[in-house]
């Protein structure tokens, strides 16, 4: 069974934080390096952070030193602390694989975030 379950937005003031989860099914989790994209309004999906099964995050440049992106391989959650955040990070949120397709594999509903000036 394939599961994708993002939980943690909210509306919060610019420079204000927020910790995203997302629960992964095992057959996702565990094989796999993970990532947290987003998708604001009119906007295609992004990739904006991505974290090895060792624990190795990469960030796209536009939230780094403001994102951190760890997860727990007991738990086969991955988590998303987002600090100082701004307007332009208002989006749904959704966690997948690294490299995961839009339109080939599955995602969960994602979690709207939303950051008001």
């Known amino acids: 069974q394939v599961q994708l379950v993002e939980s943690g937005g909210g509306l919060v003031q610019a420079g204000g934080s927020l910790r995203l989860s997302c629960v992964a099914s095992?057959?996702?989790?565990?094989?796999?390096?993970m990532g947290w994209y987003r998708q604001a309004p009119g906007k295609q999906r992004e990739l904006v952070a991505t974290i090895t099964r060792n624990g190795w995050g990469n960030y796209v440049d536009s939230v780094k030193g403001r994102f951190t992106i760890s997860r727990d391989n007991a738990k086969n959650t991955v988590y998303l602390q987002m600090n100082s955040l701004k307007p332009e990070d208002t989006a749904v949120y959704y966690c997948?694989?690294?490299?995961?397709?839009?339109?080939?594999?599955?995602w969960g509903k994602g979690t709207l975030v939303t950051v008001s000036s």
């Open positions: 997948n694989k690294d490299r995961a397709d839009t339109g080939r594999d599955f």
């Open positions: 095992r057959n996702i989790f565990s094989a796999n390096a």
